[in-house]
């Protein structure tokens, strides 16, 4: 009892007398100096749902919520973001009381890629979720097949959990192998297929690896289309088609194909775990920097930032190939930082298929962060023209510039992460004199 | 002018393309084009029988798992390697590349795998001396026997910069009569190995180097360097004042000292 009505007292004090939010150190501490008080932490957790895989983790966890919160479902989940297992362990401490007891049986949990083996040490969740295996920080991991193994092993250790893979791409596809319990496959229809290019395996290593006997329950994503509403709303329309049970005109109020399958993993979970067959996900917001918009009023018009998370070339191919289904894109913004958080190494551009910028309609470029000029290079040489004075070392300096000009108004933001974080910190600094706020 | 197409094969394109490796091909690339100089780029692959002729060798690093097929394949091939080098051709090598054309390397079990033997070089896998991996970016003062063989245009820079991610730790084998020099000095991060300041290595026209970043994009006097070297030429036609490519080098140089 006092060790959580004291790790409680912490967040409480955290969050009251300082600006942070406590979303890791609570449980950090528990982890470090208290690890034997997590079993009791987590015993009453009846099921658990973990969403892990390099892209799409923070949107498919927010849609399961969101869907169970329609329903009416009480759990528990992490604050996005913050997805290592620390992070776990503080949500799980907010949820509880002072003798332990969590407020909800149900937990909805993304976790880190690397972070996943680590975690089931305590938490032995009975569905896992991997959403893709793409080329990620690899100068934290250093290799995709060593991402693979992170996951595989995580699952390996769960208790024979249900899987919901991501049934295009051929990595985590093996991963059905590692349990006897059910498999569902999310895939996309053949003519989609090629907007999305998964990576390759390219040797026999991994796939050596037995064909498993087990069943898999596939689900296909077909007629998917992108449409704008006259309030400039976009959403992203599909069928998701399976042998026994289908799911039609899903509405999505998000950008891109991604959403799609996301909100397919999430459909799919809800369903197997929960027979959950309604949900409408028109109120649902987007998470941070996934297509967020942020609408800024200024003295001379209103303007509007969509502002789209571009963290590994995965990322920023499938946001570049959204944005050419956009018209009226007056500026497009790219900011590349090289921060612990964004992955200090930025070659990765250069594995980005810049090509498909060609396609997308924008009448200004404006580039901006602590690496500004190689992503400069980067398009210098995929033929763009370069403006010297369109580049901008510091993110403050280019939004101010982006403020100043009247002529514009819908403003595409794509970004890696602390970029994003800094972009919207210095918008918000513009709330004194404008207004912020978010398009219901 | 020398109007002869130049050849650039890349090798191994589909398994060691790792670390925007492929950079370097949208430099030489690019930097051709704007001159007007005819070129083409093919491919060898794993599938492919024999190696495919060219001017200029270009091979990136890639996962492990990758890189022992890769080099299954390139032993194959170890004669016609060997006379290619010999009749003076450009080889540009990163990382795993690099140390795939050493004389041997150690691996974590201590089993001896034996390179292509071009360079006279050792690499040693992580072991109890050297635990983690060289990770982070990497300033290099290029050396002077390096900037005169190979005419290296210093109004741009004397340094180069990039990123190195390995774990390999590179030696070079002393009392051998072969000759082979580091490309320079490092200002900033590890280089060959943890201890010695020391980067990459070159012998003949061939160049082993552990940055990535990738190199040649913002190390543009490198990659004309490389040009000349596989045309024969000692000018390059001027075709622009490479400001982005200046300011992007001068970038990732501060950036060494953050």
Known sequence: MFIFSVLKFISFFIRRFTKFNATALPGLILEKYFPYKIPKLISSLEKVIIITGTNGKTTTTKLITYILQQNNYKFITNKSGSNLVRGILTSLIDSCDIFGNLNAKIGIFEIEEGSFRKLVHYVKPNMVIVTNIFRDQLDAYGEIDKTFEYIKDGIKNSNNPILVLNGDDDRVKLLRNFTTNKVFEIKLDKYLKGLIKFEKINYVNLEKTKKSSNLVNKFYIKDFKLSFESNQKVSCNFNLIGSDISFFEIKVPLFGLFSAINASFAIIATYVFFDIRFFNFSNFQPAFGRGEEIVLQTNNNEKIFRIFLSKNPAGLNLNLTTLSFVRDIDVLVLILNDNIADGRDISWIWDCDFSLIHKVNFKKLVITGTRSWDLALRLLYEGLNISVQNVFEDINLCLKSLIKDKDIENIYVLSTYTATLEFRDELKKHTNVNKIWKHE | ?258
């Open chain 2, 1 to 258: 002018m020398n109007k002869k197409k130049l050849i650039i094969n890349h090798l191994y394109s589909q398994n060691l393309n790792l670390y925007g490796d492929l950079g370097n091909i949208i430099a030489l690339k690019y930097r051709l084009e704007k001159r007007n100089l005819p070129f083409e780029i093919i491919n060898t692959e794993l599938y492919d029988e024999k190696i495919h002729k060219a001017d200029i060798y270009f091979i990136g690093g890639g996962q492990d798992n990758d890189q022992m097929l890769v080099f299954k394949h390139l032993l194959k091939h170890k004669d016609f390697i060997a006379e290619e080098y010999n009749n003076g051709k450009v080889f540009l090598l990163i990382c795993g590349g690099y140390q795939l054309f050493g004389k041997y390397f150690l691996d974590a079990k201590g089993r001896v795998i034996e390179g292509l033997d071009l360079i006279n070089i050792e690499t040693k896998a992580l072991d109890s001396t050297v635990k983690s991996r060289c990770i982070g970016n990497i300033l290099v003062e290029l050396s002077k026997d390096f900037v005169d063989y190979w005419n290296i245009d210093l109004s741009f820079s004397k340094f180069i910069v990039g990123f190195e991610n390995h774990g390999g730790q590179t030696y070079f084998i002393k009392h051998n009569t072969k000759i082979i020099r580091p490309i320079g000095k490092v200002i900033k991060g590890y280089g060959n190995n943890f201890f010695e300041k020391l980067e990459g290595a070159w012998c003949n026209n061939l160049i082993g180097t552990y940055l990535h970043g990738p190199i040649l994009p913002k190390n543009p006097h490198l990659t004309d360097a490389i040009i000349k070297k596989a045309l024969k030429i000692s000018e390059l036609k001027i075709f622009s004042e490479d400001i982005i490519e200046y300011k992007a080098h001068y970038q990732a140089m501060k950036l060494c000292f953050k």
